[in-house]
């Protein structure tokens, strides 16, 4: 998405393994982060420990911004989901360009409002709506974000539980529930998703 105005910009690129961490939660966030390859999971932790999956962004997508804008720290950790290679632009450069480049200003803007609409929908969910919807409906925004025409969606039930709010055996009990419905069918461990909301 930022490709374009990102190769304009004092950038570098980094690689990180599989389940290595990009930044921890309360760390200062300093660096604008674009993911060049692979895949990211942005997690929160409460003090107990339980995990809560904010979002997992892919080629093209940023993520910490409203920290690196605001100047303060990360409320949550960014681990990388799969080894991948991203975009790392220092605070200072970011602000500049986002002073100086309307168009990256609009893109950056167009993307927080992307997340913050999918947090929206996230927290009604979890508000309101019992198990079998909630997870549907996170199984189909997971479905309309991919950007080809494979319907399978590479997901852990882990995974799933942990962006949904729902204990991982819940999960499970669901997802053969929409299965024997048909609204679902399970290809090698992955989804497919077959129904409408």
């Known amino acids: 998405m930022f490709t ?9 690129i980094k690689a990180f393994k599989k389940g290595e961490a990009i930044y921890h939660q309360n760390a200062v966030a300093r660096c604008f982060y674009e993911v060049k390859e692979g895949a990211v999971q942005v997690i929160y932790s409460n003090t107990s420990g339980k995990e809560f999956i904010q979002g997992v962004f892919k080629a093209g997508d940023c993520f910490g911004i409203p920290p690196l804008i605001l ?3 990360y409320p949550e950790a960014a681990i990388a989901f799969t080894d991948c290679e991203l ?7 970011f602000t500049k360009l986002l002073k100086e480049d309307y168009l990256f200003h609009f893109s950056v803007t167009q993307m927080l409002c992307k997340q913050l609409l999918y947090t929206k929908m996230m927290l009604e969910e979890i508000a309101i709506e019992e198990g079998e919807h909630r997870l549907l409906t996170l199984i189909h925004y997971l ?3 991919k950007n080809c025409d494979n319907k ?3 997901i852990t039930k882990q995974q799933l539980a942990d962006m949904s709010g729902l204990r991982v055996e819940t ?4 997802l053969k529930k929409v299965q024997a419905k048909g609204m679902i069918e399970t290809k090698r461990g992955n989804i497919i998703c077959l129904c409408t909301l």
Do not use: C, F, W
Not at 4 to 12: E, G, L, M, S, V
Not at 87 to 93: A, C, G, K, N, S
């Open 143 to 145: 479905m309309s974000q």
């Open 71 to 73: 100047g303060q720290t």
């Open 171 to 174: 999960v499970i009990r669901i």
């Open 4 to 12: 374009h105005d990102i190769n304009t910009a004092p950038t570098k």
């Open 87 to 93: 975009y790392l632009m220092p605070r200072e450069q």
């Open 152 to 154: 399978e969606l590479d």
